[in-house]
Every structure is written in structure tokens, then in C-alpha cells.
């Protein structure tokens, strides 16, 4: 008897709690008019199921209850039909079908096109040298039109619901990337005194640099685009400075490529930091040198301009050359260097032509092949020109460079058992 009045009172509870509690059932499988499936373009890409949630505590049933969450599908269809006139569609449906929102989501997902921005080729080597894309606009949702179908659907009991799309603008425009094709700057070295060896490491150099692109407020590092000067990466021996003096090493005239595109960035408007040599360059104005070397010395570029700024660069056997393409400048930028000697000119070296290599050299005193040059103090000035009015000028450098020996070849010949130190004698005109 306890057994069966125990059974009673289980199954009473049961059902007080189907009868009173309808939060624990499917709205959905009580009445239709509760789902409803998403289509765009023919394909189905969600769908709603009315569920109603669990209520976790008493607190959250009274905010299901207040909502109409947990009503039968009729009231909750007439609750949404006055919810419509004083509200947007979209919070009368999710006050009513919080589960919407995951639907609209997971619709918005799979409907989503992403805009593809124009976009700017570079081809240096090509005529022409860019290629611009066109944008295209994306797609996505109509947030409001789907509310507004969802809400239809679920008060008239439509199964079937087509999004509609709207355009998702692209961010680039062709315009826009339009202005970013003028030519900035050109600026060239003169090579044609140059060894075959210098000539070739200053082609080889520029190559590297050939096709960038610096994009707005980033920089360019000639040694990272450049790279390692060495015999391995196809650099060969030539002069370099060292300590002021002329010297072998493997890469000479690289440094008249960084200072070639150093002119050209600072013609461009960009801002260029650099380091001078220690002798008075003989390509380029002083002040307007760019010295780099693997270790410690760099040439550093700051795009500063609105855009992306495009560098063309190569070299034949009379110059080195750069262009620099990208926003027009707002002022036409000239160079300007002035330079001071200072001290005594130094004295020459004489250097033993025992093969005759110089012509002249065999007359008394022998034959100049390099002038020499006193020590000098020099600043490089930009000035910003407009409508060829001078609107300011811009100290940007001040620099010091050594004095320079010349040099005197002196026909000689071998001493025979001559020591190590070098010594020679003149031989007889």
C-alpha cells in the first residue's frame, strides 16, 4: 500500500509540473507556425526550431514568462503581433524567440561575401609598369529585412524565409589607388668612369632593390633588401673607403647605390637617414651621400606619405638609377650642398709604376693620377619649391669629411735583391 500511494504521488508531481511548467517542452512539436528555414539564392543556409529554453532558476522563468519564452505558439504569435507595432521587428522577435539571433548568425555567416579592395602591380621591368585592379563590392544580410521576414514568418506560420543582400562597400577604391602611379622622383650617378668590377656590384645592388614597395609610415633597410655583400652572392672586388683611405674589398660601389636611391628618396618627399663616407664623394654633391657597409652603417627610407611609394631600380655602364612612383609631391624638392675646405692641402703619394701602366710616368717627376683635396666641413640643404616660388628650405645634414692624398705615378724599376720595404729607383729616360 506504501508502495503504490509512493507511485501516486510521483506521477501526480510529474504532471503538475508538465501542466504548470511548460518551459520543459517543445513549443515547436505543440502547435506549427514555430520554424522556419533560411534561403539565399535557392540555397538553404540556417533554420529556426523553436525550442524553448531551460529555466535555470525562478528569476530567469519570471523573465520567460514576462517574454512570453514559454507560452503555447498561439499566444506567443499574438504577443509578437502587438510587440510589432511599437517595436523594431528585431526586438519583438527576439523578445519572443531569443533563438533567433544564433540563426540570423549562422544565415549572416554563410551569406557573406567579402569585398575585394583595388589593387595596385608593380611590373619595373614592364611597360606599363602597373596593372590596377578594380574593387568589387561584397555582400551581406539585410539585418532589418530579415527580421522583418522573421517576424512575418512566425506570426503567419511561413516555413521559408530568402534574405535579402546588401552591398558591402569595398574599402580601396580604383580611385583612390589612381593617385599613387606619378613618378615622384628620378634621380641618377654617373658610372661611367667606373671599373667593370664597380659596375657590376652597383647593378647587382640596385636589383635587389628593384620592385619594392613601401607601404605608408614603414621603412626600408638597404642592408635587409640588399643583403650580404659577399663573393658568394655574386659581388666582386673593387675600392672601397676605409678610414679614409682606398682600399680592396669585395662590394666596392655598393655605396653609390645606396646613395643613389638615398637623392631619390629625399627628392620623393620621403624621409631618408644616412651616414656619410669619410672622403669627400666624387658622384654626388657632399652632404647628399649615403654610406652603408654590412656591420654599423645603414640607409634607412620612412614612407611618410598617405600611400604606398614604388622604387624602380637599375644601372647600365654610364649610371645608376632610381625611380621613386607613388603620391604626387606637394612641393617640387631641390638639393643644395655647400662645402668649406679647411687645413693644408696634403702631400702627394708617389706611387712606383714599374710596369708602365701610366703614360708620362717615365718623364722626371712623373705624371698625376689623382688630385688631391684639403679636409671640409659641408651641410645638405632641401628646398621646397611651389609654382617656382621658394616656400623653405631645410638643413637635413652637416658633415666632416678627411683630406685626401693625391697621387703621382713615377715610372721605376725593380732593385734586384731589393728588401721587403718597398724600396725602388728611377730608371733613366
Not at 167 to 182: F, I, M, S
Not at 201 to 217: M, R, Y
Request: contains cysteine; hydrophobic residues 35%.
Amino acid at each position: 500500500m506504501k508502495v503504490k500511494t509512493k507511485l501516486v504521488i510521483v506521477l501526480f508531481c510529474a504532471l503538475f509540473c508538465f501542466a504548470f511548467f511548460p518551459c520543459a517542452r517543445s513549443t515547436a512539436e505543440a502547435e506549427d507556425g514555430a520554424a522556419f528555414s533560411v534561403y539565399s539564392g535557392g540555397e538553404k543556409i540556417a533554420s529556426f526550431i523553436d525550442v524553448v529554453p531551460f529555466a535555470e532558476n525562478h528569476i530567469v522563468y519570471e523573465q520567460m514568462r514576462e517574454r512570453r519564452v514559454n507560452a503555447p505558439p498561439r499566444v506567443k504569435r499574438g504577443f509578437l503581433r502587438e510587440l510589432a507595432l511599437t517595436h523594431t521587428a528585431k526586438d519583438a522577435v527576439l523578445t519572443c524567440y531569443p533563438g533567433v539571433k544564433e540563426v540570423f548568425a549562422e544565415a549572416s555567416r554563410r551569406a557573406y561575401v567579402p569585398p575585394r579592395d583595388s589593387r595596385i602591380d608593380f611590373h619595373p621591368d614592364r611597360v606599363p609598369h602597373f596593372d590596377l585592379r578594380r574593387e568589387k563590392d561584397g555582400a551581406e544580410i539585410d539585418e532589418e529585412a530579415f527580421y522583418r521576414e522573421a517576424a512575418t514568418a512566425l506570426i503567419g506560420g511561413s516555413r521559408k524565409i530568402e534574405v535579402r543582400l546588401k552591398p558591402v562597400p569595398a574599402r580601396v577604391k580604383t580611385e583612390d589607388n589612381r593617385k599613387y602611379l606619378y613618378l615622384k622622383s628620378y634621380f641618377s650617378t654617373d658610372l661611367s668612369s667606373s671599373t667593370s668590377a664597380r659596375r657590376h656590384n652597383v647593378a647587382l645592388a640596385l636589383e635587389s632593390l628593384n620592385g619594392e614597395v613601401i607601404e605608408s609610415g614603414e621603412t626600408l633597410s638597404f642592408n635587409a633588401t640588399v643583403g650580404e655583400r659577399s663573393e658568394k652572392r655574386g659581388y666582386k672586388g673593387a675600392k672601397i673607403i676605409v678610414d679614409g683611405n682606398y682600399v680592396d674589398g669585395v662590394g666596392g660601389g655598393v655605396c653609390q647605390a645606396s646613395t643613389t636611391l638615398y637623392n631619390a628618396a629625399l627628392i620623393a618627399g620621403l624621409r631618408a637617414d644616412a651616414r656619410p663616407h669619410s672622403l669627400k664623394p666624387s658622384y654626388v654633391m657632399p652632404s647628399f651621400d649615403a654610406m652603408v657597409n654590412s656591420s654599423w652603417s645603414d640607409l634607412v627610407i620612412t614612407n611618410v606619405t598617405s600611400g604606398p611609394v614604388f622604387i624602380k631600380a637599375q644601372a647600365n655602364a654610364n649610371a645608376a638609377k632610381v625611380w621613386i612612383y607613388g603620391e604626387k609631391n606637394a612641393y617640387e624638392i631641390r638639393r643644395r650642398s655647400s662645402f668649406r675646405e679647411v687645413g693644408e692641402l696634403p702631400a702627394d703619394e708617389i706611387v712606383a709604376d714599374e710596369e708602365g701602366k701610366y703614360s708620362g710616368s717615365d718623364v722626371e717627376g712623373g705624371v698625376r693620377i689623382a688630385s688631391g683635396e684639403r679636409a671640409g666641413v659641408s651641410e645638405g640643404w632641401l628646398d621646397y619649391y611651389s609654382s617656382g616660388s621658394l616656400v623653405k628650405s631645410i638643413r637635413i645634414r652637416s658633415d666632416k669629411y678627411k683630406a685626401k692624398r693625391g697621387k703621382i705615378a713615377v715610372r721605376t724599376k725593380k732593385v734586384e735583391n731589393a728588401p721587403e720595404s718597398g724600396n725602388f729607383s728611377f730608371s733613366p729616360s
